[in-house]
């Protein structure tokens, strides 16, 4: 079986390079999701928790300030 085109004598170089070059962008994206996204994500994150953390207070006061209901609610 012959393969076409013939690999050449610079094919091994080639993709030296080409693994050279994922590897270098890989390194880049990880850099980028750790210095950029996480930090990013953390801060949204805690804002979040802190509106529903307000929620649910707002919501504990408003089952507070209801007058007591002694009804059993199965019957």
């Known amino acids: 079986m012959s393969t076409y ?3 050449g004598p610079g ?3 080639r993709l030296e390079e080409a693994i ?3 590897q270098m962008e890989l390194r880049h994206t990880i850099a980028y999701v750790n210095d950029a996204v996480i930090p990013q994500v953390r801060s949204e994150s805690i804002s979040a928790l802190r509106t529903l953390a307000d929620t649910l207070r707002n919501l504990a006061d408003r089952f507070e300030q209801q007058p007591n209901r002694t009804k059993d609610p199965r019957s």
């Open 5 to 7: 085109p013939p690999p």
């Open 11 to 13: 094919a091994g170089s």
């Open 20 to 22: 050279e070059l994922i």
